[in-house]
């Protein structure tokens, strides 16, 4: 298991080779072949079939090979399709066809009223809502713009008030809080460049603040310590009793069924013990009290839960089907742990550095999800091994992300001409990099053993979201999801998934719908995280800029105390911190009465208020501490430097979770190991015996033929004999 101790590679990311790309794995290599980028480019452009005017019924043949052949008819009609979203325009009339991007007019500009010349005006803005979703009547109509602007008006003065707290808070912390040896000590921790001297800081800083004191005592409101010091002791004497009668060397038959009896009870309180977060042993709280660890009761009550499971893993008073049932239970009980990486833009960056620290302490969890830029980050550790990434987390990386490196000259006609900044089969050409080439979900899964999972969602802003995996779409092409996942309005068009054929062809997925950026409603996905994968622990990297700016923990947050009055104060004193809340509260007030009663527009046709009002945190929260110059790079390739500060400020932002994170995989991973290894077990004791079976009936028949003409007690007495030796 993970020790949290530094390795070599750490070090990496701060020397010459660090910087050197021809050290990166394939640095050179070209994954996408141009069939499948035409392919792409075909689906991106081919119709969208609506209705047959002949009165012919289409849902027999709506599927991904029908999707396939009309994008093959496509090519060989006359026409012309652009992977940009431009329309197209074919010969067909079988079929009512539309294939417009989706800011496109609804229908092409008129000719003027007078005369019959050709009109020459702005053409028509697309609706916001369509009538099915226009509320009416007289007030509602009257009063809706007023009200609008008036809350809008009043949500500015609170921003603007909230932004003066926060500057309050960051003033009263930074010259009343932090002054003298604390302030040393606190620079010494952010300047450390690895793990093991990131500890060495936090242990000194909380012997001065005095933590350590509060590590000794068992008493604490957040947990129940009571039932944690009896479960402990029991754990502890159940152990002790059957190691002392297993060292004997002569076990009779008393001895035998206490032993027995014994394993019964610690089968019986592991069992009670080993759940999500029992009597509080998992709240963030225990951990939020110093920089490094938690309760020394709550630390020594894990070593003991994981010593018992691995008690029972290798006891022989346990036969294996009664195992395998036991951490069957005990996995479902316990869950999951995923780790989400959010959207942001070029802010998803600071996500490599979060991954190096949990790569290199071996916290690495198996179930990863992400959103937008989050998305490339998890495609890119979900398809490649470990030694792979601790070749690849270092800032030369920053020489294959080029997604934003076109001039001004070149996207703002394509900007003007289709809506979107950046073209797709261009950004499928430089994402294919990171995942491989046209790898689908499920062959990642096989090649690394990781769950990826991309949250897309729909063009029509009323169908449901999907949770892109392993087990939901396997032959989904990962690059595809990633481009509909970072499909935000305005800057990438809507894109088609794409999916691989056995023959190793890309077809469109989904009957080839438009798919945008899963940040619009789903950024942490965690609710499909627990109902597929049963993940009940997330670990999620925040680095959406727009959420940033409202992160605020009054009572501290997991690895980092609050230091006014020893950790029992507020961040920025109670009135700082009342006002905190008050402000941000009423603000997320505001913007549910907005979206309840549908006074928001819908600019480029997209609800906007689910950027807000979504879930944005998890069991754990990484926040990467940026810098003001993000704001204004936030569309722009980042260069080997920035990436190296980024990696830095990425794996100091992690390092404060990491004890609270190796203490719940320990027992996570305990039971998984224990699960599959009873689980192979069996299958080759049932391997074993089908093949003793397979033996005795071939025997049986063999001795059917030979002892025909005898009579049936003889053939009966020979079989049973037969089977015996077997």
Known sequence: MADLKCTNDELDLYTTEGFDIQQLPDYNREFLSDEHSNAFAA????????????????????????AEHAINDCRTEKGDYRSNGDSLITNRKNLFITAQ???????????SARGNKKGTGRRKAKKNRTSDETREGHAYTLFKWPFLVFVVAWMIALSLSYLLTRLHVWLYEHYINWRGRRKNLRKDLQSTTNFADWVV????????????LWKVDDVYAYYDYKTV????????RYRRKIKQVSDQKVVNEELLHQIKRTVEDLKALVCACVKNNFVGVENSRLYSETYFGTKHLVQEFIDEVENGLFLLENTPYLNKEHKRALFKRLYTNYGRTALCLSGGASFAYYHFGVVKALLDADLLPDVITGTSGGALVAAMVATHTNDELKKLLVPALAEKI?????????????????????????????????????MTFSEAYDRTGRILNVSCVPADPHSPTI????????????????????????ILNPVVLMMKTQEGKLIPYSFGHKWKDGSLRTDIPLKALNL???????????????????????????????????????????LGSALEQYLKLDLNKWLKVIRALELLPRPLGQDWSEIWLQQFSGTITIWPRTVISDFWRILSDPDPKDLARMLHAGQQSAYPKLKFIENRLRIERTIERARRATRAGL????????????????????????LGTEDEGSITAEVEETENEI
């Open 532 to 574: 597929h994968f049963n993940v009940n622990f997330s670990i999620v990297s925040q680095v959406n800029p727009h959420i940033n700016l409202f992160f605020f923990s009054s009572r501290g947050a997991v690895g980092q105390p609050v230091t006014h009055r020893k950790g029992r104060g507020w961040r920025g004193g109670f």
């Open 229 to 236: 010091r009896r479960v402990l002791e029991q754990i502890k």
């Open 43 to 66: 689906a991106l452009g081919a119709p969208e079939i609506v209705l047959s005017p002949g009165g012919e019924e289409l849902s027999e043949k709506v599927g991904p090979s029908y």
């Open 467 to 490: 949770l892109a995996n392993y087990i939901t779409s396997p032959d989904c092409v990962i690059w595809s999801a990633v481009l509909a996942s970072a499909a935000v309005p305005g």
């Open 402 to 438: 080029s997604a934003c490196s076109e001039p001004f000259r070149t996207w703002f006609p394509r900007w003007w001409k289709t809506g979107a900044r950046f073209d797709s089969v261009d950004w499928a050409k430089r994402c294919s990099w990171f995942t491989r080439g046209s």
């Open 683 to 706: 299958q080759q004791r049932s391997s074993i015996d089908s093949i003793i079976s397979k033996a005795s009936s071939l025997a049986t028949v063999q001795l059917l033929e030979e």
């Open 201 to 212: 800081a936090a242990n000194k800083l909380d012997e001065f603040l005095g933590n350590e």
């Open 101 to 111: 991007n989706d800011w496109a007019p609804v229908a092409p500009a008129k000719g």
